[in-house]
C-alpha cells in the first residue's frame, strides 16, 4: 500500500483556507479538495501489508518523544509551474526533527522515505496537468498568513491515487499518533 506520515490540519485552518482559495478556484489548475489538505512529513510509498504493524508500533513510539508544535500557515509558492502551494510557519525546526523521526521509524522496517530533499513544510493546493504561470496565484495568495493552532498528532496515511472524487487521490488515515514526549 501507498503510505506517508503527515500532520492533520484542524477543520478551523482548512476552513480559513479555503475561504482564502475558494476565489482563486479555475479550470486552469487541477485543485485538490480541501478534506486532503495536510503537512507530509515522511512519503514511504509503497509498503507491503506486513510492515505496517511495524511502522505503526515505531510512530507512536515517536509521537511520544516529540512535543506538540504550534503553526500556522502564511505565504504561498509554487514548485515550478505545476504544483501551486500554501507555506506553513512557526515550530519548524520541531517538524523538521518530528520528519526526520518519521524518515528513520520508515527506513527501519523497510520503508524508506524520500530524504533527497529536504523538508519544506507545506500545503498543495493545486497542480496543473502542464507548465503555467502560477505567478499571478502566488502573488494573490503571498499575505496569507492563516490562524494559530497546536499539531498535537500525526498521522500514517494511505493514499489510493485515482479512488477519490473526479479520479483525485483518496486518503485513508491508517492510524494517528499523539505528540506527547520531549524534544529528542
Known amino acids: 500500500m501507498r503510505l506517508f506520515v503527515a500532520v492533520p490540519l484542524p477543520a478551523e485552518v482548512v476552513a480559513h483556507l479555503e475561504a482564502v482559495v475558494g476565489p482563486?478556484?479555475?479550470y486552469a489548475l487541477r485543485w485538490t479538495l480541501p478534506d486532503s489538505w495536510h503537512l507530509t512529513l515522511a512519503?514511504?510509498?509503497?509498503?507491503?501489508?506486513?510492515?505496517v504493524d511495524d511502522l505503526t508500533a515505531?510512530?507512536?513510539?515517536?509521537?511520544?518523544r516529540h512535543l506538540s508544535m504550534s503553526l500556522h500557515l502564511a505565504g504561498a509558492g509554487r514548485f515550478g509551474g505545476r504544483a501551486l502551494w500554501v507555506g506553513c510557519t512557526g515550530d519548524t525546526a520541531a517538524m523538521r526533527r518530528l520528519a526526520a523521526s518519521a524518515a528513520a521509524a520508515g527506513r527501519r522496517v523497510g520503508a524508506a522515505a524520500d530524504e533527497a530533499r529536504r523538508l519544506r513544510a507545506h500545503v498543495t493546493l493545486a497542480r496543473a496537468p502542464k507548465p503555467v504561470d502560477l505567478r499571478p496565484y502566488v502573488s494573490a495568495l503571498g499575505?496569507?498568513?492563516g490562524p494559530q493552532w497546536t499539531a498535537?498528532?500525526?498521522a500514517l496515511v494511505r493514499s489510493h491515487l485515482g479512488g477519490g472524487e473526479n479520479?483525485?487521490?483518496?486518503?485513508?488515515?491508517?492510524?494517528?499518533?499523539?505528540?506527547t514526549g520531549r524534544s529528542p
Open 43 to 51: 512519503f514511504y510509498g509503497e509498503v507491503a501489508d506486513g510492515r
Open 58 to 64: 515505531r510512530l507512536e513510539r515517536a509521537g511520544r
Open 167 to 179: 479520479r483525485r487521490a483518496r486518503y485513508e488515515t491508517l492510524s494517528r499518533h499523539p505528540l
Open 143 to 145: 499575505s496569507y498568513h
Open 24 to 26: 482563486l478556484r479555475d
Open 152 to 154: 498535537d498528532a500525526v
